[in-house]
Nanobody, 112 residues
Framework: QVQLVESGGDLVQPGGSLRLSCAAS????????MGWYRQAPGKQRELVAT???????NYADSVKGRFTISRDNAKNTVYLQMNNLKPADTANYYC??????WGQGTQVTVSS
């Protein structure tokens, strides 16, 4: 059973930055797709960003130009660099491996 552990969530002011990490319990080198989703209270879980084994990235329109997803296969870790955060980014952020395994989430709150 693969485990994904997210970290890096915090309370941050609008315009601030955070970097989320997702550590996998096994190698992600051959994993086709890693990604980040988020879910705000009362809303459905939504895509934030994905990255393929080859490094191709995909972003939700709402985060393009502000968020960057990356993967470090040597560390079995996926990152989400979030800049210029907005209150609308407040949510629990989840990591996924091939949309099959999911982490428990890390809370991001953007508020002044």
């Amino acid at each position: 059973q693969v485990q994904l552990v997210e970290s890096g969530g915090d309370l941050v002011q609008p315009g601030g930055s955070l970097r989320l990490s997702c550590a996998a319990s096994e190698s992600i080198f051959n994993i086709a797709l890693m990604g980040w989703y988020r879910q705000a209270p009362g809303k459905q879980r939504e895509l934030v960003a994905t990255i393929t084994r080859g490094g191709t990235t995909n972003y939700a329109d709402s985060v393009k130009g502000r968020f960057t997803i990356s993967r470090d296969n040597a560390k079995n870790t996926v990152y989400l660099q979030m800049n210029n955060l907005k209150p609308a980014d407040t949510a629990n952020y989840y990591c996924t491996m091939n949309h099959h395994y999911w982490g428990q989430g890390t809370q991001v709150t953007v508020s002044s």
